[in-house]
């Protein structure tokens, strides 16, 4: 067990599984207190069991990111259960590709819910906690490379990664005097469900025809030469949670292996 959070209770939503796993495993090996929040309570709690028994400390909670009165339940177990927090990750995420013309209002609306408005919710109800503890905090969002580039089956997706990366930098501006950071970290391809899981709805609208095509069709671009596994975000994600990273704010690190340089 490491101990560069030592003690510090850091929230992860969408903390069951893929990257947000991955950094929840990561937080708890160097000593922080995990709230593993997800939709999946079975999963969070699958996850937490496995963190402690391992050694570390971590608690699992339902939510949906979408329902404030969810997000406020997050931090009110986590007050509960721990006497505070000090790091919260917007992770939670939601895609469901179609091209470009077929983009249907409910489409747009699902996905910008959950990656827009959640991460806006989140925020808010972090700051909240974090001011009344009058002692700063930091809050870090999943991007996404698809935040900084268009892709046509995607473009929801797109356009509510790129709203990240612009709520990221208006929280940053907006909570400076509070003591709060917020930066966020914006991955490629990564191997995880939700790319699996994207890879088969690739295969429904007709962008691909077998299994693992378009993992493989999107890492061609990659210059490290393959996708990213979870842990390969972890690194990053225990970076901006640590002390290590206290004088940046309102940044967006990309860890897509070099696919698109901006």
Request: proline residues 3%; negative net charge; glycine residues 12%.
């Amino acid at each position: 067990m490491g101990e560069r959070i030592s003690g510090r209770v850091a929230v992860v939503t969408g903390g069951a599984s893929g990257i947000g796993l991955g950094i929840a495993q990561v937080l708890a090996a160097e000593g922080g207190r995990v709230v593993i929040a997800d939709l999946n309570l079975e999963a969070a709690r699958e996850a937490a069991d496995k963190i402690s028994a391992g050694g570390g400390t971590a608690i699992a909670v339902r939510a949906d990111v979408v329902q404030r009165s969810d997000v406020r339940g997050v931090v009110e177990k986590a007050v509960d259960a721990f006497g505070g927090i000090d790091v919260w990750f917007n992770n939670a995420g939601y895609n469901k590709p179609l091209h470009l013309l077929d983009v249907t209002e409910e489409n747009w609306r699902s996905i910008m819910d959950v990656n827009g408005l959640g991460t806006l919710i989140g925020t808010q109800e972090a700051a909240l906690q974090f001011i009344a503890q009058g002692r700063g905090g930091k809050i870090i969002n999943t991007a996404s490379m698809a935040g900084r580039q268009g892709y046509p089956s995607f473009a929801p997706y797109c356009a509510s990664k790129a709203a990240v990366i612009s709520l990221t930098q208006a929280t940053a501006r907006g909570l400076a005097e509070h003591d709060i950071t917020c930066n966020a970290f914006a991955p490629g391809v990564v191997d995880t469900p939700l790319w699996k899981k994207l890879d088969r709805d690739l295969m429904d609208i007709g962008d691909s025809k077998e299994p693992g095509e378009a993992m493989s069709s999107f890492a061609e671009g990659i210059l490290r030469g393959r996708p990213a596994t979870a842990s390969d975000i972890a690194g990053t994600a225990l970076f901006l949670a640590s002390p290590d990273s206290d004088y940046m704010t309102g940044q967006v690190v990309m860890i897509d292996g070099g696919m698109v340089l901006v």
